[in-house]
Nanobody, 126 residues
Framework: QVQLVESGGGLVQAGDSLGLSCAPSGGTFSHYAMGWFRQAPGKEREFVAA????????YYASSVKGRFTISRDNAKNTVYLQMNRLKPEDTAVYYC???????????????????WGKGTLVTVSS
């Protein structure tokens, strides 16, 4: 059983940057493609970004491409989401996710998620 714990959420102003991290436990980190999703108030959870097991392939939602960067450090068993030029519409609970399938399967061509974190709140004020 893999447990995912996110950290780094908070309140920032529009235009600011914020970094999230996720540290899985209970499994072999490098066996999983990792991703980030978010859920804004009153909306469905949506895909944000995903990264392959070795970190060489990444995918982004069009709404965050060019502003957000997903990365991972397999030696530290941690996946990151660096968020730049934040907008009020980025306000959401951000969830870390893991899949035994491919990164592409997480939100590009499917919704293959085996494990979810509990989420961390990011609030962007205007």
């Amino acid at each position: 059983q893999v447990q995912l714990v996110e950290s780094g959420g908070g309140l920032v102003q529009a235009g600011d940057s914020l970094g999230l991290s996720c540290a899985p436990s209970g499994g072999t980190f490098s066996h999983y493609a990792m991703g980030w999703f978010r859920q804004a108030p009153g909306k469905e959870r949506e895909f944000v970004a995903a990264i392959s097991r070795k970190g060489g392939i990444t995918y982004y939602a069009s709404s965050v491409k060019g502003r957000f960067t997903i990365s991972r450090d397999n030696a530290k068993n941690t996946v990151y989401l660096q968020m730049n030029r934040l907008k009020p519409e980025d306000t959401a609970v951000y969830y870390c996710a893991a899949t035994r399938n491919t990164a592409q399967s997480m939100g590009v061509i499917g919704n293959e998620v085996d494990y979810w974190g509990k989420g961390t709140l990011v609030t962007v004020s205007s």
